[in-house]
């Protein structure tokens, strides 16, 4: 299996964690696992509406105080 | 004397350049063209026919002891500390600073080469700006098709701004009533940010902007008129107005491990360095730190990366100001930083008048006579006073 790939977007407050995962979503394939680190409190319901749009399955959201981190697994490109 | 090559000439490099001691530093700027331009002025020549001149030579906007070269840069090897020109040989460096901004990439999506030439943007150069403002004033209604291609942009509030004065522009003109305004975007809502997509949603829905969310553009049919997104939406139009994708610099870069797979340059997001190396940095839209692409983070960066290298502690807290034209005649600015959300910053008359002299006095600004006015002006705005000032219930 392929490594986790980590898309780091603490700090980003515009345009925001999203840009980073759809930038990402481009450049991925069925089947990858991503995992989003962000310290914009708004990203855990743009990455749920995303992946609700987009087919994609969230399969954790975890929070601690350096960040909230949330692993995306591709199944549809 | 410690020789700094700036690779370079726009805003993040001449700031730069201008706040070195040239008694201390031999500065040396490269640029592979003699012009610098004053990219946010592209929006007033696409939307409102401007021909204000927006261009100066860069080696004017030097102060006296910066060397300005014109030359084509090829390759940058960090790990031997040289660069290499296509006209004028091999440069060597102390520190060097890489502020190449981005390149548009309209090669990357199928169909968008034709439409960009054919259509222009409001983005990438005079020429595509006069382009664009060509077309907009042969429009004679139907649905205009208006947004980014892609993720990775530069000024996140301009692609709203392009909406909002189409949107009037159209009004003033007699079309409005025959025109369908489509603003799609690879974010969930119109502006990014939540705090300042509160402040602008009500607007985009009273001037009855359809926005659709989460359209990331995938191909693009000239045939057809038809946007597909990677979502798997579709968009008909009559008038595109696409911005294209950018991309990082063409330049090859050894080790090609600092760069990204869209050839930005990983860098330290508080002190500009490029990873692994204490001698390079990489300042502006041209590297990956996680902010917005626009003339601010450049500047400040400049700022920091010149008092770095020049032995001061500093570092970016990645403080971002753009100003937001939210058209007929107001603004607003999108201000957050690194350890602070956006702001909901409410648009007025006094901050358009801001931004309009912002235009006027940008050649200051690059030479640091400015700097006075906006210590002061971020003081008075930091994001977390305006945060307090305008939170709203939730």
Redesign the interface.
């Known amino acids: 299996m392929d490594a986790v790939k980590i898309i ?9 964690p ?3 995962l ?2 990402a ?3 991925s394939k069925v089947g990858d696992i991503m995992e989003l680190w962000a310290t ?3 990203v855990k319901a ?1 990455a749920q ?2 992946a609700t ?2 087919g994609n399955e969230i399969l954790e959201v975890k929070e601690d105080p350096e960040k909230i981190s949330i692993k995306i697994k591709i199944n549809k ?1 | 004397m410690k020789k700094v090559l700036i690779i370079g000439g726009g805003g993040g490099g001449l700031i730069l350049a201008n706040h070195l001691d040239t008694n201390e530093y031999d500065v040396t700027v490269i640029d592979k063209s003699d012009l610098h331009f004053y990219q946010p002025w592209f929006l007033y020549i696409a939307f409102k026919g401007s021909k204000r001149k927006i261009s100066r030579p860069i080696g004017e906007l030097l102060k006296p002891g910066a060397n300005f070269v014109k030359d084509e840069i090829s390759t940058i090897n960090l790990d031997e500390r040289k660069v290499y020109g296509s006209r004028k040989g091999v440069y060597n460096y102390d520190y060097l600073v890489i502020a190449t901004g981005t390149n548009p990439d309209p090669d990357s999506i199928p169909g968008l080469r034709q439409t960009y030439d054919e259509y222009g943007d409001y983005h990438t150069s005079v020429w595509s700006s006069q382009k664009l403002w060509s077309n907009v004033s042969k429009f004679k209604g139907g649905t205009v098709a208006i947004g980014q291609a ?3 942009c530069k000024c ?1 509030p301009s692609l709203l701004e392009g909406a909002f004065l189409l949107e009037e522009h159209l009004r003033k003109v007699g079309l409005r009533e025959k025109t369908r305004i489509v603003f799609f975007t ?3 809502r119109a502006y ?3 705090p ?1 997509n509160r402040v602008v949603e009500p607007m985009v829905k009273e001037r009855g902007i359809e926005v659709m ?2 359209f ?1 553009v995938d191909t693009i049919d000239p045939q057809t008129k038809t946007i597909t997104s ?2 798997g939406d579709s968009l008909k139009y009559d008038l595109p107005i696409i911005v294209p994708p950018c991309k990082g610099t063409k330049i090859k870069i050894i080790p090609e491990t600092v760069q990204d ?2 050839r930005f340059i990983k860098a330290d ?1 508080k002190l500009m360095k490029i990873t692994g190396y204490d001698d390079a940095f990489a300042v502006g839209d041209c590297n990956t730190l ?3 692409k626009t003339g601010v983070t450049a500047h400040l960066e400049a700022m920091a990366v010149a008092d770095i290298i020049q032995g001061k502690y500093s570092e970016f807290n ?1 403080r ?1 100001n ?1 100003p937001f034209d939210t058209a007929y005649g107001k603004a607003t600015f ?1 201000i ?7 702001a909901p910053y409410p648009p007025t008359r006094l901050k358009h008048m801001m931004k309009m002299t912002m235009a006027r006095i940008y050649w200051m600004t690059l030479m640091g006579t400015a700097d006075p006015i906006f210590d002061q002006f971020f003081k008075f705005t930091r994001p977390e006073k305006l945060n307090k000032k305008y939170a709203t219930a939730d």
């Open positions: 780091d977007s603490r700090g980003s407050a515009c345009p925001g999203i840009t980073d759809a930038k979503y481009r450049n914009d409190k708004g743009d509406a995303w749009k987009t490109r | 892609s993720p990775t996140p690879p974010f969930p990014p940010a939540e300042m969310p989460f990331d990677l979502e797979e869209d997001k996680p902010t917005s990645g971002i753009c999108v957050a930083d690194y350890n602070n959300p956006v």
